[in-house]
């Protein structure tokens, strides 16, 4: 569904259009889970927070205007939501992940954690959560910043009207943010520098003893052809310039869980949500 589309669902459902605001919840809910996760890095939070923010969607959309698409509209509730939720969780910061998490010396997977998934499944499940705990580490402001216009790749203008701030100022954020991810990664991660110390099979052990990963549910999700990490290898040296952006552009793009779907259009057959 193209922005267009859902710009002229919008309108529509604002005018008492009950299949229209059903489609139009359907065509949007993936972007903003995609924006909650990223933002938020846990995955029952941002299901949550897509769950209310899709509701506030419903209950506002008489104030939609049309004065920019319904997509950078959608981005504005969302992000003012996201930013007065308070992450659940210890603080992260790139400082600790230095010191606490990263550069474990090499080491064999344990036996019995390959007894419920495969390596290779185990080495990008690391990658994700460490490269969304980055994210973390970087202040709220330079986050959305980033999610938005590095991740959804809004242009500047978009992205400032979402956050409500000029387009200089957002694009002072983005650099921010570009700067802080670019330099920890070239200092740390051998991913997007091979000279770097850390590697994602050697945090496998660690991860599971600290409880970040479970291999009983990475084992029961299908293996891709080509996870994020193959992709990444398979393009060979990364530029240096576009290192925090080549690092996340090749992860696959966050779904909305079903049941969090069936949740949302039970919403949306409640007459008072939609007359509120």
């Given at each position: 569904m193209t922005p267009s589309e859902r710009s002229e669902l919008a309108l529509r459902a604002r005018a008492g259009d009950r299949a229209a605001l059903d489609a139009l919840i359907v065509g949007l809910q993936d972007l903003v889970f995609r924006v909650a996760l990223r933002f938020l890095r846990d995955r029952?939070?941002?299901?949550?927070?897509?769950?209310e923010i899709l509701v506030l969607i419903m209950t506002?959309?008489?104030?939609?205007?049309?004065?920019?698409s319904i997509d950078t509209w959608v981005y504005r509730v969302a992000c003012r939501h996201l930013v007065r939720l308070r992450a659940r969780g210890r603080k992260i910061t790139f400082e600790s992940m230095a010191e606490e998490d990263l550069a474990r010396s090499a080491n064999a997977i344990d036996p019995a954690t390959l007894a419920s998934a495969d390596a290779r499944m185990l080495e990008e499940e690391v990658f994700l959560a460490c490269t969304q705990a980055m994210l973390q580490a970087l202040e709220p402001p330079a986050r959305i910043a980033f999610v938005l216009g590095a991740l959804c790749e809004l242009d500047s203008e978009s992205a400032s009207r979402a956050l409500g701030i000029s387009e200089a100022a957002f694009k002072k954020r983005l650099s921010r943010a570009r700067k802080a991810l670019d330099a920890f990664m070239r200092a740390h991660c051998g991913v997007a520098n091979p000279n770097a110390a850390c590697r994602c099979m050697n945090q496998v052990n660690?991860?599971?003893?600290?409880?970040?990963?479970?291999?009983?549910?990475?084992g029961r999700v299908p293996p891709p052809a080509r996870t994020s990490l193959e992709t990444l290898r398979a393009h060979g040296e990364i530029d240096g310039v576009r290192r925090s952006l080549a690092l996340y552009q090749a992860q696959p793009s966050p779904k909305t869980p079903d049941d969090l779907a069936q949740h949302i259009r039970a919403a949306i057959g409640a007459a008072r949500i939609f007359d509120a």
């Open positions: 029952e939070q941002a299901r949550d927070a897509t769950q506002k959309l008489s104030t939609f205007r049309a004065e920019s660690h991860s599971v003893r600290k409880g970040r990963l479970d291999p009983r549910a990475v």
